[in-house]
């Protein structure tokens, strides 16, 4: 609580403050990079055959599983049954980074059954919907959209959602697509692609969304640690650099700016397209491509039992390479200890929590596996 109250007090102070511009853009701090090698985790499978599973994770008041499908079912996973919850299939496209990409319980799903999905729908353009869950069923015809996005191109769709600790629904876009976001769509401050978006969707009424963070490139996976309400984002990098991003949503203040696409990662490409205002925020977090991997998938701050030398730790990941990352959060925005762990989820697609908050990844090769504590 003290962390939330000083962030509090900080950000009151940041309105006296002028807004950055390209021309007085702070450096951010060096973002930390593996410093070594450890094993607090291992992995044991615990379920294949999935078709290229995007999620995995738990619902409000319910022990059991649940897992998305790429193609477009959404499925509850009690013991070793499955039962598909909806199924979207018909009314989704499927492509590299298209598909059901993206699922959020409402907090209060246990008395309420609120579902949030997010799908390509047929012509490949972004459908976030809600769908009410009665008896682990929901009815596709029943859905309310609560947000659609014209996708110029197949891949950099984005994927995550989250509903954070102020009970809005965080929605991640990427850029549009294309390499180096050919339309500076990220710093386009007009434009909902390359942006963190937020709404309250309380009520039937079509939801307000507003920008919380821009430049951002692909944020597939992202989570709020709900101990402190701090955002991470996995933000997918172009040629060479993937990063972490750590910040405190403020609402009514204006966006963080990630800096995509003026930088990858801390590296400056090209500065003079950092156009939109905001607050320019740095990786807390970065690796190469050439220290293994090509897509980073953000994970969670681990707050379960099972692993203690993982608790309060961030856990992140690879897709092309299926390394796993964790670090230590420091105050202020800061991290340390970046080690690389000895276990490896190979084309991991989502880090997500059971009912107890144990970890539990899903791989694009149909299986899931829940972590342990390494021998
Ligand atoms: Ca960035």
Not at 72 to 81: E, K, L, P, Q
Request: hydrophobic fraction near 35%; glycine fraction near 14%.
């Amino acid at each position: 609580m003290l962390t939330l109250m000083a962030a509090a007090f900080l950000t009151g102070c940041a309105e006296d403050e002028p807004a950055v511009d390209k021309g007085r853009a702070p450096t951010p701090a060096q973002p930390q990079r593996s410093s070594g090698e450890s094993e607090r985790l291992a992995l044991h499978k615990i379920a294949s055959g999935y078709v290229r599973p995007t999620w995995v994770g738990s619902a409000p008041g319910d022990d059991a599983l649940y897992v998305a499908e790429q193609t477009g079912r959404f499925i509850r996973r009690a013991g070793s049954h499955d039962q598909v919850v909806i199924d979207l299939s018909g009314e989704t496209k499927v492509g590299g980074e298209q598909g059901l990409i993206g699922v959020a319980f409402a907090p209060d799903f246990a008395r309420s059954g609120r579902l949030v999905l997010h799908h390509s729908d047929r012509d490949g353009d972004t459908r976030i919907i809600e769908v009410r869950v009665r008896d682990h069923r929901a009815d596709p015809a029943s859905a309310r959209v609560l947000l659609t996005e014209d996708q110029p191109e197949e891949n950099h769709n984005g994927g995550g959602l989250a509903f954070g600790p102020d009970g809005r629904l965080y929605v991640g876009l990427g850029d549009g697509g294309g390499a180096f976001d050919p339309g500076n769509r990220a710093q386009d401050e007009t434009s909902r692609l390359g942006k963190m978006l937020a709404a309250d969707i309380e009520g039937r009424g079509e939801p307000v969304w507003e920008t919380v963070a821009l430049g951002l490139r692909n944020p597939w996976r992202f989570s709020f640690d709900p101990a402190l309400g701090e955002l991470w984002i996995g933000d997918v990098g172009q040629d060479n650099i993937e990063e972490v991003n750590r910040i405190y949503p403020e609402p009514d203040e204006p966006p963080k700016n990630l800096g995509w696409p003026a930088r990858e990662g801390a590296t400056v490409l090209d500065e003079n397209r950092l156009v939109a205002g905001g607050d320019l925020i740095g990786p807390a977090a970065e690796y190469t491509h050439d220290e293994g991997g090509c897509s980073v998938v953000g994970g969670v701050v681990y707050r379960g039992t099972r692993i203690p030398a993982l608790r309060e730790r961030y856990i992140y990941g690879d897709f092309c390479s299926g390394a796993l990352w964790t670090l230590r959060p420091r105050p202020a925005s800061q991290v340390d200890q970046v080690e690389r762990e000895a276990a490896q989820a190979p084309q991991l697609t989502h880090i997500g929590t059971d009912a107890n908050g144990e970890l539990v990844l899903a791989t694009g090769s149909g299986e899931l596996y829940r972590a342990v504590a390494a021998k």
